[in-house]
């Protein structure tokens, strides 16, 4: 009896399992994609036009957040507040009926392309014939962003003015993330410091630098930039380190966005991260507030007219219908583990990672997936999974890899970059000196070790800064 039994559920159990695993791998988008196709495939799976909480089942109006998941354990509790959020409608108010089809298309859109994200932003600013224009430029963008083609071609073959093609690959660099459309590298800085300077005024020689070429900035010639512009070296340094860490010379590939709790600056991404990080009410001396984004907006279900078909079918037809029933009951089953599993995942990493979350690199948690696996009393695969291909946006509104979580190296590099940032300008440290100095703040590495982060962070050895700093 007992061989039996376990002959019948091992292949159910199997499938649970593999599919799980399956789904667990896949990020919020692809997951979104295989709902689609599923819900395409199988009359027996439905998509309830309501919005519930994936984790309470409570009914959400719209973009509203669960007010029971999202709610502390208690008023003194600093625990971090886990849950699951059902995707919002990232849609733009119209201005004017629907009466065009290419905004029918893109309104109707879940995967979003950088095109397709852009053109969202602007199109109701523009004219029909100027959203044709535009839709023609940012299909002609290339992965880093820029557009190649020539302008006054384009003007010529839509028959309209250059100063037109003008305004609209204009609004283009102006949207999120800026400075797409642009023709170079230097086109793409100057159109983000153009916006940065709006709200937060920087010194003219900044837009200098940039004019004076990419190549300049990234060899970090501050002696020649000093000289060229008759600013002190220091004030060089200064600027150049802005425009490094806020400026972004290839646009489509910026890594920052503004979900749920915007900052004043722009955000700078058009894919949407898996998990969301906040600090309750903004406050960063409130617990920290985790949004696990589930990939659907309705309420997938079963069809409620299968189970009566099925019983009324033919025998010839009832197994194809129950397969189908099973497939849709299986996947329904298999989302509900990869949610729970996300959820305790990220429980356990933002209560280990509190700090590097608040307070940046230098403070990331030592911890690999095998030892969390053990605390989580999963496989270490099951970890692999949950983590690969998927993003999380930090209170800072920095999007990063979720792996990068795991990336033991990363608080050592921090500590590496400040010991060089802080060295003697005029004799730069050899990576045998950085090697001391490491030991003494408790990290023994090897050179070759030393020499391989510094690489990782695009940092030249000693001779070459020293090189560089004198403007060769």
């Not at 988008?29 to 919005?51: G, S, T």
């Not at 060899?219 to 490094?244: M, P, R, W, Y």
């Not at 911890?367 to 930090?394: D, F, G, Y």
């Amino acid at each position: 009896m007992y061989q039996r039994q376990f002959q019948r559920i091992q292949p159910q159990t199997t499938a649970h399992l593999a599919q799980t695993m399956t789904l667990l791998s896949m990020n919020v988008d692809e997951l979104n994609q295989e709902i689609n196709r599923a819900l395409a495939e199988n009359p027996a799976l439905v998509m309830k036009e309501e919005r519930r909480c994936p984790g309470c089942g409570k009914l959400l109006s719209g973009n509203q957040i669960c007010p029971v998941c999202s709610k502390p354990k208690s008023a003194q509790s600093d625990e971090a507040i886990v849950f699951l959020s059902p995707r919002s409608e990232f849609s733009y108010a119209k201005s004017a009926p629907d009466e065009d089809i290419y905004m029918d298309e893109v309104d109707n859109t879940d995967e979003v392309s950088l095109a397709e994200f852009i053109l969202r932003q602007i199109a109701y600013d523009l004219e029909n014939q100027d959203r044709i224009v535009a839709a023609y430029i940012l299909n002609q963008v290339d992965e880093d962003g820029f557009l190649n083609e020539n302008l006054a071609e384009i003007a010529n073959y839509y028959h309209l003015p250059l100063s037109r093609i003008e305004n609209v690959k204009r609004m283009i660099q102006h949207a999120e993330p800026v400075g797409v459309g642009s023709a170079t590298p230097e086109e793409a800085l100057m159109v983000q410091l153009e916006v940065i300077n709006e709200s937060n005024p920087v010194p003219p020689y900044y837009f200098d630098i940039i004019r004076m070429g990419f190549g300049v900035l990234s060899k970090k010639q501050f002696a020649q930039i000093a000289k060229a512009l008759k600013i002190s070296n220091t004030e060089a340094e200064k600027a150049v380190d802005f425009i490094s860490k806020n400026l972004y010379p290839y646009p489509a590939r910026a890594h920052w966005g503004n979900f749920r709790l915007p900052s004043e600056e722009k955000g700078q991404v058009y894919s949407h991260p898996d998990v969301i990080i906040n600090h309750m009410n903004n406050d960063p001396t409130l617990p920290l507030v985790v949004e696990i984004i589930t990939p659907t907006y309705g309420t997938l279900d079963i069809n409620p007219l299968y189970k009566q078909a099925i019983k009324q079918s033919a025998e010839e037809t009832k197994e194809d219908l129950k397969t189908d029933y099973e497939k849709a009951n299986l996947l329904i089953k298999c989302i509900q583990q990869r949610n729970n599993t996300m959820q305790r995942l990220m429980e356990k990493i933002v209560h280990i990672q509190r700090a590097f979350i608040d307070q940046g690199e230098k403070f990331l948690e030592p911890i690999t997936r095998a030892e969390l696996s053990k605390e989580l009393e999963v496989h270490e695969s099951t970890i692999s999974r949950a983590v690969s291909n998927k993003s999380v946006q930090l209170p800072s509104g920095q999007i990063i890899p979720m792996d990068l979580f795991f990336d033991k190296s990363l608080g050592i590099r921090s500590v590496l970059k400040e010991i060089i940032e802080s060295e003697n300008k005029d004799q730069p440290l050899s990576d045998t000196e950085i090697v001391d100095q490491l030991k003494s703040q408790g990290y023994p590495l090897a050179r070759r070790t030393v020499a391989k982060y510094r690489s990782m962070e695009g940092i030249l050895p000693g001779h070459l800064r020293k090189q560089e700093r004198k403007g060769k």
